[in-house]
């Protein structure tokens, strides 16, 4: 069976009106290669829990571990460096740089991460933005894209380096609903071509398939399930 990708145990996080959330603490293994949503009523707990996971915050309690390493308590700088090294981040919001074009951004993440020569950058590049869909569009500057290009540029910078995370925010976000189902798509190729972990949240007005497992976070802790094929 494959190793566990991160691991959440007997995690609580400062909730509302300085409560400990959720009152049962939350367990749970994400595994290689499958697409995550995190779902949950209010905003609040499907956002916190992505956060920790994506290493971005600590718990208040419980613990993190990496591939079986435990990352709660780390120094900072040594968890932007885990974060550089195994996760990609795809925002509500591109933050391409408008003046380069879309091979360069996507490229960029090779030179500062990977540290690869040009050539094997641009060829990992190509690759990537074949596989989310815009490969026609590699001479574009930023600038000049549509919004639902700039999210599958974005989305192909954040993988191109093989992450072994992605953490996405409010996928589909100021999107519209055929717009969102073309990013949705894109990103629930990821898993099976690049072996990489999706976890994601939604934007609240968009219900969407794709996902291999849903996980609803409340007060009880957190409820798995996957969808009908």
Known sequence: MPE???VV???RWQGVNECDFPVTPINYH??????YLLTSEQPEPKDKLLRLVGLLEEPKSGEVLLEGRQVTGLDPEELAEIRNRKFGFLFSSPFLLPAFT???NVAMPL???AQVDARQ????TEL????VGIMPLVDMPARQLSLLDQHLTALAR???HYPRLLIVQDLGMNLTPDEASILVQATARIPGRLGTTVIATAAPEFDFAGWDVALEIDANGIKESQPER
């Open 121 to 124: 950058a641009k060829t990992t």
């Open 128 to 131: 990537v933005l074949s596989l």
């Open 111 to 113: 030179f500062k991460i």
């Open 9 to 11: 145990e007997q995690i």
């Open 158 to 160: 954040a993988v191109v």
């Open 102 to 104: 879309v091979l360069e």
């Open 4 to 6: 566990d990708v991160i």
């Open 30 to 35: 994400f595994q290689p290669a499958r697409f």
